[in-house]
């Protein structure tokens, strides 16, 4: 059974830290692209960042570019999402998702597997 399991999130003060996990199971996970993605009430789901695990490249949307890291780790099949200085408006649910292939990076359409959120809140 394909499963992607977030975890990490949680409240924040403004200019704290959450280090997100993407634990997965049921595929492949060194031949898919994990990408993070956020949804913020009653906003479209936003791309942050996403990995292409089978050479390691990374991409990040220009509002966390410098505060966000991503990383896997394939003997784990797990994939994280580091944030640091986080500021209010990076509240929302965040989503790990997973295709294999090399696709169009953050287009959240282009991702067929999808876990169910975790909550971030950031507090000013």
């Known amino acids: 059974e394909v499963q992607l399991v977030e975890s990490g999130g949680g409240l924040v003060q403004a200019g704290g830290s959450l280090r997100l996990s993407c634990q997965t199971s049921?595929?492949?996970?060194?031949?898919?692209?994990i990408g993070w993605f956020r949804q913020a009430p009653g906003k479209e789901r936003e791309g942050v960042s996403c990995?292409?695990?089978?050479?390691?490249?990374?991409t990040y949307a220009d509002s966390v570019k410098g505060r966000f890291t991503i990383s896997s780790d394939d003997a784990k099949y797990t994939a994280y999402l580091q944030m640091d200085s986080l500021k209010p408006e990076d509240t929302a649910v965040y989503y790990c998702?997973?295709?294999?292939?090399?696709?169009?990076?953050?287009?959240?359409?282009?991702?067929?597997?999808w876990g169910k959120g975790t909550q971030v809140t950031v507090s000013s």
């Open positions: 998702a997973a295709r294999k292939g090399v696709g169009p990076t953050l287009g959240a359409s282009w991702y067929d597997l």
């Open positions: 049921g595929f492949s996970f060194e031949d898919h692209m």
């Open positions: 990995i292409r695990n089978i050479d390691g490249l990374t």
